[in-house]
C-alpha cells in the first residue's frame, strides 16, 4: 500500500511550517536517510530525511508553500511493485493528530506515517510511532511495537528495529511523559476588537510568523502556568574584570578574547555542580536532576530570540565556552541551529547590560528551573569589609525560580554561589 509522508513536526512548538524546496521529484528512488525536502519551521530552516524506502509516486504539496499544517499528507512514497494508480485520492487533509503533551516534554513527530495498519497507542493512550513498513512487519512477526526500542530519528521505530526484535523483548524504561498542558485562559481582547479601538488612527499591521507565535505562546504559558519568584543580588566585578584584563592580554596569540558572558556561563555552570539539588527540571509529574550543567544562553536575533544550550558547561575552559557561544550565537542569528542545540538544558542566563540595562526579571524557559537575569555594571560607592567607603563595579543579577522545582532556601544558596564564583574568578579555574 503507498505510504503518505507528512508534514512533521520538527521541534516541539512547530505547529505549521513552510515547504521551502523539495530536493526530490516524481519518479525518484528513495532509500532511508535519503535527503527529501528542506522545511522553514518556527526557528530554523532544517533537512527532512526519508524513514522508509520506495519510489517518489506524487508530490502533494508543492515548494514553496506556506502554512503547511504538521502532519499534513505532503506526498505519496510508492514500494516495489507498486504504481501511480495505486495512490487513488491522496489529499493533502491534515491526519489525526497524536495525544499532545506538554510542550518541551513531548517526542516531535519528524517522519512519514501510513494509514495501514493504524498507527499504535501505549496503554496510556500515548502513540507510537513508527514507519508504515515497520508496523506491517511488525504485524507479521507478533511483536508488541511498545516493546521495541526505536532508532529513527526521535525514537521513531523503523524496518531494521522490528527486524531486530525478537516477540516478547523488553525495552528499557522510558520517562513518563508531562501531563497534559490545561487549556489555556482566555488571553485577551480579539485582533478585531483591538483593531476596533484604533479605528481613524494610522496604523501598519504586522503579520506574526512562526517564531513570533511561538514566542507569545511559550511566554504567556510560561508566566501563568510557572509559580515565579524572584531572588536579587549585586555582585562586584573588580577582581573578574581584572583577571579577565589579564587572561586576553596572555590569549591575544590565540586570537582569543573572554567576555564577561563568558564568566558568568561558567560561574552558572560550576554553580549548579555545587548546589546540585538546583540543576533540575519540572517534568509534570516529577522532577529530574541533571548531572551535568548544560546552560542556555538567550541570543537577540531579528524578529525573536534564541537560547542555544552549552552542554557540559561545567567540564569546559573558558576559552572553549567563549568560542562555542560565538559559534551558536552566529548561527542563531542566521537561522542555522538545529533543534538539539537550542533544546534541553536546566538553566539560561538573559543578559541585556551591553543594552545598558541596570536590572530586570527575565522569564522562565520551560522546562527550566530558572533563569538568571543579568544587567550591566556600574561604578558604585560601596561600604568595604573594613567599613570604609569605596568605588566599586557592580553588577546586579536577578534569579528567577520554578517553586515547583527550587524552594527559597536553595535558589538563595545558588544565586550566592553564582556571586562567589564571579567574586573570586580564580576559583573557576582550579
Known amino acids: 500500500m503507498p505510504t503518505e509522508i507528512l508534514m512533521p513536526a520538527l521541534s516541539p512548538t512547530m505547529e505549521e511550517g513552510t515547504l521551502a524546496k523539495w530536493l526530490v521529484k516524481e519518479g525518484d528512488t528513495v532509500s532511508s536517510g535519503d535527503l527529501l525536502a528542506e522545511i522553514?519551521?518556527?526557528?530554523?530552516?532544517?533537512?527532512?530525511?526519508?524513514?522508509?524506502?520506495g519510489t517518489m509516486g506524487k508530490i502533494v504539496v508543492p515548494e514553496g508553500s506556506e502554512g503547511v499544517k504538521v502532519n499534513t499528507v505532503i506526498a505519496v512514497l510508492l514500494e516495489e511493485g507498486e504504481s501511480a494508480d495505486d495512490i487513488g485520492s491522496t489529499s493533502a487533509a491534515p491526519a489525526p493528530a497524536a495525544p499532545a503533551?506538554?510542550?518541551?516534554?513531548?517526542?516531535?513527530?519528524?517522519?512519514a506515517a501510513s494509514p495501514a495498519p493504524a498507527a499504535p497507542t501505549k496503554a496510556g493512550g500515548e502513540r507510537i510511532f513508527a514507519s508504515p513498513l515497520a508496523r506491517r512487519?511488525?504485524?507479521?512477526?507478533?511483536?508488541?511495537?511498545?516493546?521495541?526500542?526505536?532508532?529513527?530519528?526521535?525514537?521513531?521505530?523503523?524496518?531494521?528495529?522490528?527486524?531486530?526484535?525478537?516477540?516478547?523483548?523488553?525495552?528499557?524504561?522510558?520517562?513518563?511523559?508531562?501531563?497534559?498542558?490545561?487549556?489555556?485562559?482566555?488571553?485577551?481582547?480579539?485582533?478585531?476588537?483591538?483593531?476596533?479601538?484604533?479605528?481613524?488612527?494610522?496604523?501598519?499591521?504586522?503579520?506574526?510568523?512562526g517564531m513570533r507565535k511561538t514566542i507569545a505562546a511559550r511566554l504567556t504559558e510560561a508566566k501563568q502556568s510557572i509559580p515565579h519568584f524572584y531572588l536579587r543580588r549585586d555582585i562586584q566585578l573588580d577582581a573578574l574584570l581584572k583577571f579577565r584584563s589579564q587572561l586576553n592580554k596572555q590569549l591575544e596569540a590565540r586570537n582569543v578574547k573572554l567576555s564577561v558572558n563568558d564568566f558568568i556561563i561558567k560561574a552558572?555552570?560550576?554553580?549548579?555542580?555545587?548546589?546540585?539539588?538546583?540543576?533540575?527540571?519540572?517534568?509534570?509529574?516529577?522532577?529530574?536532576?541533571?548531572?551535568?550543567?548544560?546552560?542556555?544562553?538567550?541570543?537577540?536575533?531579528?524578529?525573536?530570540?534564541?537560547?542555544?544550550?552549552?552542554k557540559d558547561a561545567e567540564l569546559k575552559?573558558?576559552?572553549?565556552?567563549?568560542?562555542?557561544?560565538?559559534?551558536?550565537?552566529?548561527?542563531?542569528?542566521?537561522r542555522k541551529l538545529a533543534p538539539h542545540e537550542y533544546q534541553g538544558g536546566s538553566f539560561a542566563i538573559s543578559n541585556l547590560g551591553m543594552f545598558g540595562i541596570d536590572n530586570f526579571d527575565a522569564v522562565i524557559n520551560p522546562p527550566h528551573g530558572a533563569i538568571l537575569a543579568v544587567g550591566g555594571g556600574k561604578k558604585q560607592?560601596?561600604?568595604?569589609?573594613?567599613?570604609?567607603?569605596?568605588?566599586a563595579t557592580v553588577m546586579s543579577v536577578t534569579l528567577s525560580v520554578d517553586h515547583r522545582v527550587i524552594d527559597g532556601a536553595l535558589g538563595a544558596q545558588l544565586l550566592e554561589q553564582i556571586k562567589q564564583n564571579l567574586e573570586n574568578p580564580m576559583v573557576m579555574l582550579a
Open 40 to 53: 522553514e519551521t518556527d526557528k530554523a530552516t532544517m533537512e527532512f530525511e526519508a524513514v522508509d524506502e
Open 101 to 111: 503533551a506538554a510542550e518541551e516534554t513531548a517526542t516531535p513527530v519528524a517522519a
Open 137 to 209: 512487519i511488525a504485524a507479521q512477526k507478533g511483536l508488541d511495537l511498545e516493546q521495541v526500542t526505536g532508532s529513527g530519528p526521535h525514537g521513531r521505530i523503523v524496518k531494521a528495529d522490528v527486524e531486530a526484535a525478537q516477540p516478547g523483548a523488553k525495552a528499557p524504561d522510558a520517562v513518563a511523559a508531562a501531563a497534559p498542558a490545561a487549556a489555556a485562559p482566555a488571553t485577551g481582547p480579539s485582533s478585531s476588537q483591538v483593531a476596533a479601538m484604533y479605528e481613524g488612527r494610522e496604523y501598519e499591521e504586522v503579520a506574526l510568523d
Open 268 to 310: 552558572c555552570a560550576l554553580a549548579l555542580q555545587a548546589v546540585p539539588d538546583a540543576n533540575a527540571v519540572w517534568a509534570g509529574d516529577r522532577m529530574l536532576k541533571l548531572k551535568p550543567s548544560d546552560v542556555a544562553v538567550a541570543v537577540a536575533i531579528e524578529g525573536g530570540l534564541f537560547t542555544p544550550v552549552l
Open 317 to 334: 575552559s573558558l576559552s572553549a565556552l567563549s568560542a562555542e557561544m560565538k559559534d551558536l550565537a552566529g548561527r542563531a542569528r542566521e
Open 381 to 391: 560607592p560601596v561600604v568595604g569589609d573594613d567599613g570604609e567607603l569605596a568605588v
